[in-house]
């Protein structure tokens, strides 16, 4: 079995633009590629698990998602950085339009992505990791059994009643702080 670091994208590996599909406007957060590469090097593989209800919503096409994955997969290949696998999901439950419109198990706060990547890469989920921007995110982690979920300060604006209910982080790095 192998611990995972799962990773949200939209807020934690990228600022958050709201609906983002443009390379050009994909910017790396500060620190992310220091502390990914520091979870490597302590055995975990990572994952990415994103919801790209922009697709579903039709803002952006599937093709123009591929592209930019590829195109940040291949950035961070440049530095060494290996992703195991990113899952996506397209649907949202009211805006998807025509087959996107459905109330999927795999879009964020269930647990579908996560579950698969468990089964996919016999991931070892009582000592994985989740780092979300959303609540969403990690209410995901947590209805697929993982312990140590943490939203980070990145993405979207987190309340008092976040700040109380969750572990709070301004980077990866800080998790081996605690
Ligand atoms: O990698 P993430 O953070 O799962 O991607 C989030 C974006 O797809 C998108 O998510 C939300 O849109 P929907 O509610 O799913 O339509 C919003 O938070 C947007 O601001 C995000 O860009
Ligand atoms: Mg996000
Ligand atoms: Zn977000």
Same mark, same amino acid.
């Given at each position: 079995?192998k611990?995972a670091?799962?990773?949200?994208?939209? $807020? +934690?590996?990228?600022?958050? +633009?709201?609906?983002?599909? =443009?390379?050009?406007?994909?910017?790396?957060?500060?620190?992310? =590629?220091? %502390?990914?590469?520091?979870? !490597? #090097?302590? %055995?975990?593989i990572?994952i990415?698990i994103?919801?790209? &209800? $922009?697709? $579903? !919503? %039709?803002?952006?096409? &599937?093709?123009?998602?591929?592209?930019?994955? #590829?195109?940040?997969?291949?950035?961070?290949?440049? #530095?060494?950085?290996?992703?195991t696998k990113v899952y996506?999901?397209?649907?949202?439950?009211?805006?998807?339009?025509?087959?996107?419109?459905?109330?999927?198990?795999?879009? =964020?706060?269930?647990?579908g992505m996560i579950l698969e990547a468990i089964e996919e890469f016999d991931i070892?989920?009582?000592?994985?990791?989740? +780092?979300?921007?959303?609540?969403? #995110?990690?209410? &995901?982690?947590?209805? &697929?059994?993982?312990?140590?979920?943490?939203?980070?300060?990145?993405?979207?604006?987190?309340?008092?009643?976040?700040?109380?209910?969750?572990?709070?982080?301004?980077?990866?790095?800080?998790?081996?702080?605690?």
């Amino acid at each position: 079995m192998k611990k995972a670091l799962f990773l949200d994208r939209d $807020g +934690v590996i990228n600022n958050e +633009v709201n609906y983002l599909y =443009k390379i050009e406007e994909f910017k790396f957060i500060e620190g992310i =590629k220091e %502390g990914i590469k520091k979870f !490597r #090097d302590k %055995g975990y593989i990572i994952i990415i698990i994103t919801n790209q &209800a $922009g697709v $579903g !919503r %039709g803002y952006y096409t &599937a093709e123009e998602f591929f592209l930019l994955n #590829d195109w940040m997969l291949k950035e961070l290949e440049k #530095d060494e950085i290996e992703i195991t696998k990113v899952y996506y999901e397209f649907s949202h439950p009211d805006k998807g339009i025509g087959k996107y419109k459905s109330d999927s198990i795999r879009r =964020k706060p269930n647990p579908g992505m996560i579950l698969e990547a468990i089964e996919e890469f016999d991931i070892d989920i009582k000592n994985s990791i989740l +780092v979300g921007d959303k609540e969403s #995110d990690i209410i &995901a982690g947590e209805r &697929a059994g993982i312990l140590n979920n943490y939203l980070i300060t990145t993405g979207h604006s987190i309340n008092e009643r976040l700040k109380k209910k969750y572990i709070l982080i301004n980077n990866l790095l800080e998790i081996f702080d605690k």
